[in-house]
């Protein structure tokens, strides 16, 4: 019998408002990302933030692959920048602990997905660039984040006739989700620009062979309502279990 493989999701923190325990700190994921792996026949654990290298380090060797999910604005201060007005909260912390969370993962050869945040600190990591918000484009500029309705599809990326993600959905345009308002600037060393919106936005990057890819949209929110989003998890989960 073939064993599941177990899925790492990179956590993040939310702070109470109110209730009895106000500042109260809790670890977290959306809980799409943990339905998608379980759906796509993963194991998921979430790998909550914590600040000991040595902790992280071992988180990563209990795994079999690596979500980067959403969140926070990336500190520019990785890319060679000073933040500008329009970029939204920052949380340092948790850029090192992703960081160090990729690195691991790509040194032992595990397989990475990286969501919206962790498309872009894929990018980063890489010695990418990103544009701090979507204002700072000098190109006439689509909507990339419709604030409602996670499930609707509002956007349409075209995706190279050539590339791993391309022979994955077998077909060249997608509609997706968009909820970002950071967009990749310059792509980062050994990766690849494999789908745009039509403004010419890049919406999804991959490594040479497939192993390691970041989309901008949130397929975890349109696993139950447009079933082709699964094959990114499945997929991810098959060379999980390769491995393994």
């Not at 990179?10 to 670890?27: K, T």
């Not at 060797?61 to 007005?85: C, F, K, M, Q, W």
């Not at 345009?173 to 060393?189: A, C, D, E, M």
Request: proline residues 5%.
């Amino acid at each position: 019998m073939m064993t599941k493989p177990i899925i790492g999701i990179s956590g993040s923190r939310i702070i109470d408002q109110q209730g009895p325990f106000p500042g109260y700190r809790r670890s977290y994921v959306n809980e799409d990302y943990v339905n998608a792996v379980i759906q796509n026949g993963g194991i998921p654990y979430i790998i909550p933030f914590n600040e000991d290298p040595e902790v992280t380090i071992a988180q990563v060797a209990t795994v079999n692959g690596l979500i980067l999910s959403g969140g926070h604005d990336i500190d520019p201060r990785l890319y060679g920048e000073e933040s500008l007005p329009q970029i939204g909260e920052i949380w340092p912390q948790r850029d090192a602990f992703d960081l160090l969370l990729l690195k691991e993962a790509e040194k032992r050869h595990k397989p990475v997905l990286g969501i919206c945040r962790g498309a872009q600190l894929l990018n980063v990591a890489h010695g990418g660039s990103l544009y701090q918000d979507i204002s700072y484009r000098d190109e006439p500029t689509l909507k990339h984040s419709q604030g409602h309705t996670t499930n609707l599809e509002t956007q349409t990326i075209i995706l190279a006739s050539d590339s791993y993600l391309a022979s994955l959905f077998g077909e060249e345009q997608l509609s997706v989700n968009s909820f970002h308002h950071q967009l990749i600037k310059t792509v980062g060393k050994d990766l690849y620009p494999v789908a745009k919106a039509k403004d010419g936005v890049i919406e999804a990057i991959e490594n040479g062979d497939g192993s390691v890819l970041g989309v901008q949209w949130h397929p975890e929110m349109l696993h139950s309502s447009d079933q082709q989003m699964n094959k990114l998890f499945s997929d991810l989960i098959t060379k999980s279990m390769k491995e393994g």
